[in-house]
């Protein structure tokens, strides 16, 4: 049984200029133990589903479920809750100065978390808390424990923050976005430590990230996200050299000296949407250069990937082409150019141009509405 | 901490010196007419005008005058009042404990008034409590303390004791030694009349601050470690929010201290502030001086106290 098995989450903001839809639809599931990345651009909802399976979210409407250990965390009090949260599931998120609170000491912080879930003195906390920061190689952590965390350096401050979460030896670790803020050099220190505990205490860790390097090191499935719904689903291998979506290949072609991308940087074009207007059909169609009639009127469902039976991808391009190379591209190019009509071929022609997000979205036809074949009830599954 | 206090002690320092050179031109520089004869009361005699330039050290250059000034006022002396020939500084300090009880205690209800109904709208914004902390807060902010005064007079002292009711005393002073009861009796309503604008800003600004700390990354952090909410808005979000709060504190308790003089007029407390309306009405210049510099003084003093209280608040501002 998995140890996190999200279904249909959605959550929506309402606000004064219209409802913001930042998740439509995520699942996933995680196992005791594993890694799930989850990528994509900012923006796209990695934040708001993970903040929001652990109550974090506020004046937000949601629905799904996400049950943890056969308990669902978006039914519970927030009592129970509570005692889900840094106990069994700790998070760290991306901006360590900012997360830490600046005027309380570095140890008193970490002895506070463990006082809220057990019952110790505040000096075996203490001792916990030196134990915690040597674990995590802060040097000399018994006169670090009385720092400030304006007294530690940008790396050391995340450390801490790691110290805390895996303090109570949580069996799920979020981790959003734990390097973003960090030089390239720590960012590499931040994730080796975060390998070498997760194998320590068998942690199962959703790793967030815009960074597909960052996956590529730790994961072991990926969920790609768009515009707070998944594109694609792969375990690492696949996904970094077999991605069947065009916005999966466009992130992997986006870091610079990647196999993917073969030396040739090319930046995806155009902008995420507006999660309050969002265009008909494929979300990403406004910016894909493979957008066909179809991509603008339909919502493409989660289909699986030819080679992988847990690869799956939300994109109407056959599902037999996949990965990188010329053949594949020529391949791909003359299917959307068959199913490409007066429609798609106007967008098609705005795409190497700088698409501003809301503004290209071309209207419905007048005949063949948008219709949401969406359906993501094969995505629970995985795993 | 020991070099920032001695630091921010030296700076106060350098601040009053700068203004008893304010204080010393405006009064012996460039008010019109001879300086001396403010300080021999209406109408003198030239002799008196000759005593009082040899007495003041009036016939000297200005810079030794000014020598002389520094002098007098490093001992303390602050000079006599021409109406009844006391002096200065006795007067001032006989009247400090009322000023200083008035603005304690107004202090004392304008935090335990405008500290809570903040908090109560910032932890539930847009709701029914939140407008009605507005409501308040304008209501509050636009009854100045004079007629707060006279309309609590009119209610608490006029309409009770119409009905046999002397629960409040119209006015006096009772001081604290004496009878700590009657003290409190006698003040509490100046404490409301003079808290009441002051416990409105506090609670706007509490309001703000606090919602500005609530969306901090720190705050998600504290409710991902599973404290209670009650833990997140008391111990991570007032610890930041309330620095605000005290530089006002600071300021307005050091402001009062230098006499309150609508609320001490209004309730006939004998207090610095009702002291100053006297001085002024009869241009009792000595007392004037001296009550610029006493106020200033409190000013500096609670200036340098906010710093420290900063400091003391937030690790960051010691290594600033
Ligand atoms: N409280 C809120 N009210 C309205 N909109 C919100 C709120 N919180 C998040 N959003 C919106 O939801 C969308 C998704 O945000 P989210 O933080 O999940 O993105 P992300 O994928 O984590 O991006 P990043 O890489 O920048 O962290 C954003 O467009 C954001 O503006
Ligand atoms: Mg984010």
């Known amino acids: ?383 | 901490m020991g070099r920032f206090i001695a630091r921010r002690l030296l700076f106060g320092v350098v601040v009053l010196f700068v203004i008893s050179l304010a204080v010393f031109v405006l009064f012996f520089v460039v008010a019109p007419g001879d300086p001396a004869a403010n300080f021999v009361g209406k109408s003198p005699t030239p002799e008196q005008i000759q005593q009082a330039k040899v007495r003041y050290g009036l016939d000297k250059p200005v810079p030794e005058q000014y020598l002389q000034y520094v002098g007098r006022l490093l001992h303390g002396d602050l000079g006599y009042s021409f109406r009844n020939a006391e002096p200065v500084r006795k007067t001032l300090l006989d009247r400090l404990p009322a000023t200083a009880s008035l603005a304690g205690g107004a202090a004392v209800v304008w935090l335990l008034m405008g500290i809570p109904i903040g908090i109560l709208a910032a932890t539930k914004p847009r709701s029914i409590r939140d407008r009605l902390a507005t409501v308040f807060a304008l209501g509050g902010l636009s009854i100045p303390p004079f007629v707060a005064g006279l309309l609590l007079l009119y209610f608490l002292y006029y309409r009770l004791s119409l009905n046999g009711l002397d629960i409040f005393p119209a006015s006096g002073y009772v001081p604290l030694t004496q009878n700590p009861f009657e003290w409190a009796r006698h003040l509490i309503l100046p404490w409301f009349a003079l808290a009441l604008v002051t416990a409105a800003s506090y609670s706007r600004i509490t309001r703000g601050s606090l919602l500005e700390v609530l969306g901090e990354d720190y705050i998600r952090t504290a409710r991902a470690k599973g404290l209670s909410e009650r833990r997140v808005i008391y111990r991570h979000g007032l610890r930041s929010a309330l620095t605000p709060v005290v530089t006002l504190l600071g300021i307005d308790v050091g402001t009062l201290l230098g006499g309150a003089i609508v609320t001490e007029v209004v309730f006939g407390l004998q207090g610095i502030g009702q002291n100053a309306i006297v001085a002024v009405s009869t241009g009792d210049l000595p007392v004037i001086f001296g009550t610029v510099l006493f106020a200033a003084f409190f000013i500096v003093i609670a200036n340098i106290l906010v710093d420290i209280a900063y400091a003391v608040l937030d690790s960051r501002v010691r290594l600033a």
């Open chain 1, 1 to 383: 049984m998995s140890l996190l098995e999200v279904t249909d989450l959605t959550v929506s903001f309402p606000t004064e200029d219209g409802v913001v839809r930042a998740v439509r639809g995520v699942s996933f599931s995680i196992n005791v133990g594993q890694t799930l990345g989850i990528v994509g651009e900012s923006g796209s909802g990695k934040s708001v589903s993970t903040q929001t399976i652990m109550g974090l979210t506020r004046g937000a409407q949601i629905t799904g479920s996400a049950v943890f250990e056969g308990r669902d965390l978006l039914g519970m009090s927030q009592q129970d809750l509570r005692k889900v949260r840094g106990a069994e599931i700790g998070m760290i998120f991306q901006d360590p100065l900012s997360s830490l609170h600046p005027q309380y000491r570095v140890g008193w912080q970490i002895v506070e978390m463990i006082r809220a879930h057990e019952d110790v003195s505040k000096k075996d906390a203490t001792k916990r808390a030196v134990d915690l920061l040597g674990l995590v190689g802060i040097p000399q952590p018994d006169r670090r424990v009385d720092d400030y965390p304006h007294q530690f350096s940008g790396g050391m401050r995340q450390r801490a923050m790691i110290a805390m979460a895996v303090a109570l030896n949580p069996k799920l670790l979020i981790a959003d976005e734990p390097t973003t803020a960090l030089d390239v050099t720590v960012q590499a220190q931040i994730i080796d430590l975060m390998e070498r505990l997760q194998s320590e205490f068998n942690t199962a860790i959703i790793m967030i990230t815009h960074d597909l390097g960052v996956v590529a090191d730790i994961a072991d499935d990926v969920m790609v996200m768009y515009a707070g719904k998944p594109v694609e689903f792969a375990d690492r291998r696949t996904l970094y050299y077999r991605p069947h979506h065009p916005y999966t290949k466009g992130l992997i072609e986006s870091i610079p000296s990647s196999e993917g991308g073969r030396g040739r940087l090319k930046p995806i074009q155009g902008q995420p949407p507006s999660l309050i207007n969002l265009p008909s059909g494929c979300s990403f169609h406004p910016r894909c250069p493979y957008v066909m009639d179809q991509c603008i009127t339909e919502v493409p469902p989660l289909r699986q990937v030819a080679g992988s039976p847990s690869h799956r991808s939300a994109c109407w391009l056959p599902v037999d082409e996949v990965g990188f190379g010329d053949d594949v591209e020529a391949q791909r190019e003359k299917v959307a150019a068959s199913r490409r009509g007066a429609l798609a071929t106007q967008e098609s022609e705005v795409v190497p141009a700088v698409v501003s997000a809301a503004g290209t979205t071309a209207p419905p036809p007048a005949q063949a509405g948008p219709t949401d074949t969406s359906d993501n009830s094969d995505i629970g599954d995985q795993q």
